[in-house]
């Protein structure tokens, strides 16, 4: 698998962030072939980069803030074993593999790629101060193999949702638990009887994916 | 608890359901006191708002007393005594610091839905479809109310219930209609609608200045009540009246400065256009039936702004965009920014320089609200606003007398 697909060349990230004036836009990359999907979110969110890439870079709290993910356990020397799937069903399907992070630039950006055997995927993310004073620019890129199966894709192989949907949702949240000191949910509300079709609108919606807790303590 | 359940287009059912519980750290859990339907109601009892689904617990106009909060609520505590604004909001983001409450950033859990209809997600609403987040109502015994330190404001005074329980929305949408029209000392301005937010749209207009207000609507208890607002009232009912004609005349042939449209969606009109849409409604061809707005577009003076306060989902059809643009009109719109209104317009209640109550209709027992469901949607005689006590099953003489309210 060629790392080049995901620039992680930090200079073209940071030109397409900051929208350089006189320059030309180039979208970020976001395609699918040969089997992967490269896909990206971007969000200004209310906090410094530096408080950002810390949250970040923390792996073992990924569980608070992203979907489907079990429990992160730090290896040591930017590796991390990852273990994926609905935290709310015990019985469910669990993926492990190892992550290890290729670049790590403090404050800025953040590189990874899963180095087990069969689990294909990678991602950058960068923290770009925005001009205007919103904060930061982050931006998330995910390329993944597609369809995931238990090997392949690891977040697909558990998740109900699209991989391009995934990179969304995992950054929204991000910046939900960042500003808002939790994530918002409806999960466990009371309501009157669903009946067959507002099951399946509630599937169709996402509704069934479970929210990760968020935690006001990142506040 | 019991609960107000939406369970398809046209069927509302009071259910038993559980209880709700705090879910983020942030939430408080209120014992409702008193509750109302709204006119935007209608439009998911008609089945034009989409993303409903069955079971959903209805109701974005609620008060009560904090029973429960969170371990990260600061201000509110047991007991205190609140009105909800309908929309959700964090308080942190952009939007919420630029005082866009309703654009909130981090309420909707359902922002995907959002972004995939308009684009980007705006706020969290109560009991409002899942597009705007899937949040069980307050048409209720018990609600969850999220970022609970940011939304509901305390009520510390010994008025009703019923004198505050409109600045959870109604009250607050027709101010902001009114505002949103950059009203100048003197200016004209027609109301399109008499229902519970057009109402406080003319009374908002005149509290800002305004010189003459016009109120347009077709049911003799609203135009009478628009009237004691102080309007000038249309009833475009009446055969020989064209609105656009009648309000060149009004206004010396100039048209109005500022239009206000607190219908929304689902307007009527006895002619051609409006048979027309609706049929294409019901088909589901486009998803509105703008003739407010058709309207508007005529009426309006030129460079005048056209407010608009009412609801509108989706796809409009046959809107002359060409008016709007070739007479220079402004334009402002969008689900109200309750969190600036609360404290403003609770002490204009405080003051009494308004009576918030002077609308009600009818009151009635959670048991009663699938059949005053229907009859607000029909819109039976005399009904110009329903406030429902949860706690009583049925009020035997759920009519509020007209002529006793204002003799008091």
């Known amino acids: ?219 | 608890m019991k609960a107000v359940c939406w369970m398809g287009t046209h069927s509302i059912e009071v259910h038993d359901v559980k209880d709700p519980e705090i879910i983020n750290p942030q939430d408080a859990i209120i014992r409702i006191t008193k509750t109302a339907i709204c006119g935007s109601d209608i439009h998911l009892y008609d089945g034009y708002i989409p993303t409903m689904e069955a079971g959903d617990i209805l109701g974005h106009e609620f008060m009560g007393i904090v029973e429960e909060v969170g371990s990260e609520v600061k201000k509110l505590k047991r007991g205190d005594r609140v009105v909800i604004p309908f929309t959700i909001a964090c308080g942190n983001c952009f939007f919420c610091k630029d005082n866009l409450w309703s654009l909130c950033d981090n309420s909707n859990p359902n922002a995907h839905v959002a972004e995939t209809m308009y684009g980007y997600s705006g706020s969290a609403l109560f009991g409002y479809s899942h597009i705007y987040g899937g949040y069980a109502g307050g048409q209720a015994q018990y609600a969850r109310v999220p970022f609970a330190d940011v939304g509901p404001i305390k009520i510390e005074n010994d008025l009703s219930d019923e004198s505050v329980l409109f600045l959870s929305d109604i009250y607050p949408t027709g101010f902001m209609g009114a505002q949103n029209c950059n009203i100048s000392p003197g200016d004209n301005v027609a109301v399109w609608g008499c229902g519970p937010v057009g109402l406080f749209a003319i009374a908002s207009a005149y509290m800002l200045g305004a010189g003459k207000v016009f109120a347009i609507d077709r049911f003799p208890e609203r135009l009478k009540l628009a009237r004691e607002c102080g309007a000038t009232t249309i009833d475009y009912s009446d055969d020989d009246v064209i609105i656009v004609e009648a309000l060149r005349d009004l206004t010396g042939g100039v048209g109005p400065d500022c239009c206000i449209d607190a219908v929304g969606m689902e307007a009527h009109s006895s002619t051609l256009v409006g048979v027309y849409d609706k049929v294409k409604q019901a088909l589901m061809l486009e998803t509105d039936r703008p003739f407010v707005l058709r309207q508007a577009f005529m009426a309006i003076r030129k460079g005048g702004t056209l407010s608009i306060p009412g609801v509108y989902g989706g796809v409009l059809d046959k809107l002359n965009f060409g008016a709007a643009f070739g007479k220079g009109i402004h334009m402002a719109m969008g689900q109200t920014h309750m969190h600036n209104y609360l404290a403003p317009l609770l002490k204009s209640i405080e003051d009494k320089k308004i009576d918030p109550t002077f609308m009600i209709s009818h009151r009635i027992g959670i048991q009663q609200a699938p059949e005053f469901y229907k009859k607000w949607q029909e819109k039976e005689a005399g009904m110009t606003k329903i406030v429902i006590d949860p706690w009583q099953d049925t009020i035997a003489n759920p009519v509020v007398r007209v002529m006793e309210r204002h003799s008091a």
Do not use: C
Not at chain 1, 59 to 76: C, D, I, M, N, T
Not at chain 1, 88 to 113: A, C, H, L, M, N
Not at chain 1, 145 to 172: F, S, T, Y
């Open chain 1, 1 to 219: 698998m060629a790392t080049e697909v995901i620039p992680t060349d930090a200079s073209k990230l940071k030109s397409v962030a900051q929208i350089a004036e006189g320059t030309a836009y180039k979208p970020l990359p976001q395609k699918a072939e040969d089997g992967y999907v490269t896909a990206h979110a971007i969000q200004t969110i209310a906090a410094d980069p530096q408080t950002l890439y810390t949250l970040w870079r923390n792996v073992e709290a990924f569980p608070r803030w992203q979907e489907y993910v079990v429990s992160v356990k730090e290896l040591g020397a930017g590796k991390s074993h990852w273990v994926m799937g609905n935290p709310e069903d015990k019985d469910g399907t669990r993926v492990e593999f190892d992550s290890q992070i290729e670049r790590d630039t403090p404050g800025e950006r953040i590189g990874w790629k899963s180095v087990t055997k069969g689990v294909e995927q990678e991602g950058v993310v960068t923290f770009v101060p925005a001009e205007n004073g919103r904060g930061t620019i982050v931006t998330l890129i995910q390329k993944q193999r597609v369809p995931g199966g238990a090997v392949g894709n690891a977040v697909a192989a558990v998740a109900k949702r699209g991989p391009k949907q995934i990179v969304i949702e995992d950054l929204r949240h991000f910046k939900e638990m960042v500003e808002a000191g939790e994530i918002p949910s409806v999960a466990g509300q009371p309501h009157g009887p669903r009946g067959v079709t507002g099951s399946v609108k509630e599937w169709m919606l996402g509704e069934t994916n479970p929210t990760p807790p968020g935690s006001s303590e990142q506040r």
